[in-house]
Every structure is written in structure tokens, then in C-alpha cells.
């Protein structure tokens, strides 16, 4: 395989290197088709990501071949696939980024009392060999090669500092520092990170990197106050997305960088206006929702509600706002077209909203823009937003909502009757059931026969208004397999069947592909 140059930073910028594919796709419930996978990744390099973490290739067939897809299409980031610290595992990474302009192999091996005694039953020696062996390994195919003492943060001292400077010496390039469990604190990682490179021989010529999980609220935190103490790499995933609580949030991380110059004087190469995007598309590829007040992405971010708040933002914006809208990708609300606008008009509206579609699906989302603008009065960017991520989430799948009818009310028996596309096929069934969504979701599932559970079925409106589009999130767990859908109409009822068939179209996917062994997982 080609050598290429590994990413190494200037003293002022923070490399990002985001793990949204991996680590957050690794986090139940969350996982993504080939196709979203793609289209995340794109976005991810026209945001300016430095590394992409494409994903775990030993772990399933299915991560193997998006890291090889992934690895194909990516025109300027690093791409990046995880390996344990084993032969087959570094082997399977190499082969999947084998098409990749750069690639990075990360390999990594639980170092901490815990991992090494109760995960591993390996003592610090052979501990120690493995780390040897596995970075050699790596650097046989790049020379681009990232390890990671997983559970670093609660490691001893001085065992640390000798994997780390085997690594090193084995030609590591990139060292990172998870904190696995969201255990530590700003002031003990910013002094951890430190400890490291003024000790471990060699640190000077790599980059040291931090991971931060989100456990206690304080992976943003800890991960800036890992720059502090040196370090210049950054993992982090949109929506912060990633295993139990999360990984830091890419798009705070990087804005508080931007905004806060005085206290962080360093910059990233993040284009920082289409952090909103790339949370909206991670959103509906996921089906996590952002919470109203999350910050930087969240609904309510930019919104002032209380009179003064609103008086000193229209007098002067910077009386309560620390940054701007329009920096973040955020657009102010705007009336876009109405049931006359035309297929030209459309279409430029999804251009400048970021969405590129072919011929095809361009058509179905306009017959669906034309029929929500026959619905509803006001017809706002959030609304077609919510509309082609519904079309896109549900594009090429096998099975597709054809019709729905639900009776509900006092004094009748709540039935639904629904008829689903089964592979060219309409079947259709009707059931009655404690109410509405549960007939409507038992008719599915005797069309589509499965043993899952519903674990979340969650509403939420696109705008303000009777007339607003339902978004619709469901969360089916099916044995080890969870999977989620999203679905947006203005009837709740159709928003919630679609959403439904959708996460049954990942269940039947899943259900095909080899799944990954639990104890492939890498938190
Ligand atoms: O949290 C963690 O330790 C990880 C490693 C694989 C870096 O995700
Ligand atoms: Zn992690």
C-alpha cells in the first residue's frame, strides 16, 4: 500500500477528527444505511473535517463495505477505519481504505487495570506486546497511524507513559487520550495531556489527540481543556452523537474555538456555516432528535422568547447574542412558496437549503411539496427540510406505506386499516387496538411479521401551528438489533406509519446483514 503524509497540526490548529460514523453510529438505535452513511461523509468533507472516522470494518460486513465506499468518494479528509489490537482486525482495516486518497488505520487496547484484568485477562506485559504488535502491524500499511490506551483517564501514571512511548517508537503518529467512561475533569485531563508530552520520549513528533465521552456533561469541556495541556486533535461527532451519553459535540467544540479566540487562540478549518446541516442530517439518518436547548443546533439556540431579550436583540443583536445565526447555518424563518411555485422555484430551494437530488427523487418530493401545499396555509424552509429528509430516509426501501385509514373517538373501538407496497405487492390488514397508533402499528406487524418492541415513539411538530408537519421518530429493539425511523405529514397518523415502516425496513435490512459480535463494540 502507498505511504501518505499523516495529518500533523500547526501549533494553532485543532485538528478535527470526527467519529459520527463510528463511535455515534456504534450508540443503539442509531444506526445508518450505506446510503446515509455516504451522505453524511460527503457532508463531513465539504464541512472540512480533517479525519473521518468511517467506521469499525472488522466489525460487520456491513461497516466493512461503508468504509470501503466511504473511502472511495471522500475527496479531502483523512478517512479512517478502527482496529483492535489484533492482526485480523488492522488487516480488515487496511483492506477496507485500500481505495482512500488518505487513510489512517486507528488502532487501539483497553489499558487500565479494568480493561486489562477483567476485559482482556492480559497482564501489563503482554498488554504491552500487543501495543507493539499492533502499531508495527498498522504501520506496514500507511504511515498514517492513530493508537488509542482505552481507558486511559484511569490508567496508572507510569504504565500510560510506557504504552505511549511504545507506540511511539512503533511509529504512531497520532496518540489519542479516550476518557471511555466521561470519568475525568477539565483540570485533571488538561494536566494528563500535559504529563504526557513533557514526559513520554518522543511526544514532540506526534500529535496527541483527546476522545471524551459525555457521561458527566463534560466531554466539550474536557476535550477543550485537552487542547490547554497540548493537545491538537479533536474526536468528536455531530449531535455529539456516540455510545450511553455521547462523544463531544463537533459543533460546540468548534464554535466555542471560534467564539471564544481570547480564551481558545487557536482555529479549525471547519466551515462553520453548515453546522446546522450536517446536525439536521445526522438527526434524520439517526432518528436522535436534538433536544430544543441543545446549543449551537438545537430549535431554541437562537430563538429570545422574553420581552427584554427580545427589545435588546432588536436594538442591538450582540446584547444577547454571542454569535450569529447565519455563522452557524441557522436562516430565520421565511415563508418559501405556496402550492403555485413551480418545479424550477423548488428545486433552487432545495439547492440553497442543501439538498441535491436526482431526477427521480426530485420528482417524489415535489408531488409531495404540492400536496402539503394544497394542506397547509404557510408552506416554511423547515417544512420542505422535514419533507425531502422523509423522502431521503426512505428512498430505495422495500417495503412503503400505500394507505392508511384510522378510526378514533369516544365510543368506537380504535381501528386502522393499512395496505403496504411489500416488494411490488399490496397487502393490506386491519386491526383494532388500545388506540389508534396501536392498531395502526399491530396492522404493520401483521403485514410485516416481527418480534420487536417498541422502545420509542416520540412527536414532535416542524413549525408552529395546527397545520404544522408531525415529525415523527420510532425506536423498534428486535433481540440485539435496535433500529429507528423517522417519518413528516401534517396527519400525525401518516407521520407515525411511515416512521414505523421505515424502522421495519432497517429491522429487515439488519435482519440480512451479519451483525456485529457485542464484543466487537468499542465504546
Ligand atoms: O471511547 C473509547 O475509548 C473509544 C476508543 C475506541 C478510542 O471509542
Ligand atoms: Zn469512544
Redesign the pocket.
Known amino acids: 500500500m502507498s505511504t501518505n503524509q499523516p495529518t500533523t497540526a500547526d501549533r494553532d490548529q485543532v485538528v478535527i477528527f470526527d ?1 459520527t460514523l463510528r ?1 455515534g453510529e456504534q450508540s443503539p438505535g442509531a444506526s445508518m444505511t450505506l446510503e446515509e452513511k455516504l451522505q453524511v461523509a460527503a457532508l463531513l468533507d465539504e464541512m472540512g473535517v480533517d479525519i473521518i472516522e468511517a467506521g469499525f470494518p472488522i466489525a460487520s460486513n456491513g461497516d466493512f463495505e461503508a468504509v470501503t465506499e466511504i473511502a472511495k468518494v471522500v475527496k479531502n479528509a483523512v478517512v479512517c477505519g ?1 482496529a483492535r489490537a489484533g492482526n485480523a482486525d488492522i488487516d480488515r482495516a487496511a483492506e477496507a481504505l485500500k481505495h482512500a486518497e488518505r487513510r489512517r488505520i ?1 488502532t ?1 487496547i483497553g489499558t487500565s487495570p479494568l480493561h486489562r484484568q477483567f476485559q482482556l485477562q492480559l497482564d501489563k506485559d503482554q498488554v504491552y506486546e500487543r501495543v507493539v504488535s499492533s502499531v508495527t502491524r498498522a504501520r506496514n500499511y500507511t504511515d498514517d497511524v492513530e493508537w ?1 490506551p ?2 486511559a483517564t484511569r490508567t496508572e501514571h507510569d504504565y500510560l507513559c510506557r504504552t505511549v512511548e511504545a507506540a511511539i517508537k512503533c511509529g504512531a503518529t497520532t496518540i ?1 487520550i ?1 476518557d ?1 467512561v466521561g470519568y475525568t475533569t477539565p483540570d485533571e485531563f488538561e494536566a494528563l495531556i500535559r504529563m504526557l508530552i513533557e514526559k513520554v520520549p518522543g511526544a514532540g513528533d506526534v500529535v496527541f489527540s483527546t ?1 471524551c ?1 459525555n457521561d458527566l456533561g463534560l466531554a466539550v469541556a474536557n476535550s477543550l481543556s485537552g487542547v490547554a495541556g497540548g493537545a491538537r486533535q479533536i474526536e468528536c461527532s455531530i449531535n455529539g452523537l456516540g ?1 450511553r451519553a455521547g462523544n463531544a459535540a463537533l459543533e460546540e467544540v468548534v464554535m466555542a474555538i471560534k467564539t471564544r479566540g481570547d480564551a481558545y487562540p487557536y482555529y479549525t478549518k471547519i466551515d462553520t456555516t453548515l453546522l446546522m446541516r450536517a446536525s439536521k442530517l445526522v438527526s434524520a439518518v439517526s432518528a436522535f432528535p436534538v433536544q430544543y436547548n441543545k446549543a449551537i443546533v438545537g430549535k431554541n439556540a437562537f430563538a429570545h422568547e422574553s420581552g427584554i431579550h427580545q427589545d435588546g436583540v432588536l436594538k442591538n443583536a450582540e446584547t444577547y447574542e454571542i454569535m450569529k445565526p447565519e455563522d452557524v447555518g441557522v436562516k430565520s424563518t421565511s415563508l418559501v412558496m405556496g402550492k403555485h411555485s413551480g418545479r424550477h422555484a423548488f428545486r433552487e430551494k432545495l439547492l440553497a437549503l442543501g439538498f441535491e437530488l436526482g431526477d427521480n427523487a426530485m420528482e417524489d418530493a415535489f408531488r409531495r411539496f404540492k400536496d402539503l401545499a394544497d394542506r397547509k396555509k404557510h408552506v416554511f424552509d423547515e417544512d420542505i427540510e422535514a419533507l425531502v429528509e422523509d423522502e431521503m430516509s426512505q428512498a430505495g426501501e422495500k417495503v412503503k406505506l400505500v394507505a392508511l385509514t384510522v378510526i378514533a373517538g369516544t365510543g368506537t373501538p380504535p381501528k386502522a386499516v393499512v395496505t403496504l407496497d411489500v416488494d411490488g405487492e399490496h397487502v393490506t390488514r386491519e386491526e383494532t387496538g388500545d388506540g389508534p397508533v396501536d392498531a395502526m402499528f399491530k396492522a404493520i406487524r401483521a403485514i410485516v411479521p416481527h418480534e420487536a418492541n417498541l422502545q420509542l415513539y416520540q412527536v414532535g411538530a416542524v413549525t408552529e401551528d395546527s397545520d404544522a408537519q408531525a415529525e415523527v421518530s420510532v425506536r423498534l429493539e428486535e433481540g440485539d438489533k435496535i433500529v429507528t425511523g423517522r417519518g413528516a405529514d401534517t396527519d400525525t397518523m401518516i407521520a407515525s406509519a411511515r416512521a414505523y415502516v421505515s424502522a421495519v425496513n432497517k429491522l429487515v435490512t439488519r435482519r440480512a446483514k451479519t451483525k456485529p459480535a457485542a464484543e466487537l463494540r ?2
Open positions: 467519529t463511535d478502527l486507528h487501539f488509542s482505552m481507558d489519542n479516550p471511555t476522545h465521552h455510545e468499542a465504546v
